[in-house]
T-cell receptor, first 109, second 112 residues
Framework: RKEVEQDPGPFNVPEGATVAFNCTYSNSASQSFFWYRQDCRKEPKLLMSVYSSGNEDGRFTAQLNRASQYISLLIRDSKLSDSATYLCVVNTGANDMRFGAGTRLTVKP | EAQVTQNPRYLITVTGKKLTVTCSQN?????MSWYRQDPGLGLRQIYY???????DKGDVPEGYKVSRKEKRNFPLILESPSPNQTSLYFC???????????FGNGTRLTVT
């Protein structure tokens, strides 16, 4: 079993749709969690950190469920510019950053 | 501007010809790391450094070397590149090992 698993997609949605990504992790000792966005052939960029209480940044909401060991990312009112690959990242220690393989999203007009 | 700078962006080389990919950060970060990204495999860590003169192996260190003589620089060295090292490489840094990573803009390496 992979340490961090994501649905690879692709997710193809119309503009304005709400889309949700889930990510599961295997190490119950994991301490911090992040969502990154990666555009084609470019570097990953931090989208948001994920806190136990859940957090929201504009149209993006991230949640953490420690009991079930998954994190989620919800994108509301999708824009064309949201098209990218979304990476789930889990940190279990001072140097143990584990990346999911990414979920590809395409938002269409 | 705070950034991680990698060079070169693109590199085509032949088997066995030593090469170095440079990485520099201007954020005074303690932690630096190298990753390779291959289709379907996600980002895999090659080497990391918690501080100056401290380096250690990641998940896929075979065929690579690194050094951390100064805080800002963390070059990746391929002494004898092979075709299976054809990949997209990213350098990253963070304040500390568990902080969010800042990535360089990548180096696409092709070894023929």
């Amino acid at each position: 079993r992979k340490e961090v698993e994501q649905d690879p997609g692709p997710f193809n949605v119309p503009e304005g749709a709400t889309v949700a990504f889930n990510c599961t992790y295997s190490n119950s000792a994991s301490q911090s969690f992040f969502w990154y966005r990666q555009d084609c052939r470019k570097e990953p960029k931090l989208l948001m950190s994920v806190y136990s209480s859940g957090n929201e940044d504009g149209r993006f909401t991230a949640q953490l469920n420690r009991a079930s060991q998954y994190i989620s990312l919800l994108i509301r009112d999708s824009k064309l510019s949201d098209s990218a690959t979304y990476l789930c990242v889990v940190n279990t220690g001072a140097n143990d950053m584990r990346f999911g393989a990414g979920t590809r999203l395409t938002v269409k007009p | 501007e705070a950034q991680v700078t990698q060079n070169p962006r693109y590199l085509i080389t032949v088997t066995g010809k030593k090469l170095t990919v440079t990485c520099s950060q201007n954020m005074n970060h303690e932690y630096m790391s190298w990753y390779r990204q291959d289709p379907g495999l996600g980002l895999r860590q090659i080497y990391y450094s918690m501080n100056v003169e401290v380096t250690d192996k990641g998940d896929v260190p075979e065929g690579y070397k690194v050094s951390r003589k100064e805080k800002r620089n963390f070059p990746l060295i391929l002494e004898s590149p092979s075709p299976n090292q054809t990949s997209l490489y990213f350098c990253a840094s963070s304040r500390q090992g568990y902080s969010p990573l800042h990535f360089g803009n990548g180096t696409r390496l092709t070894v023929t």
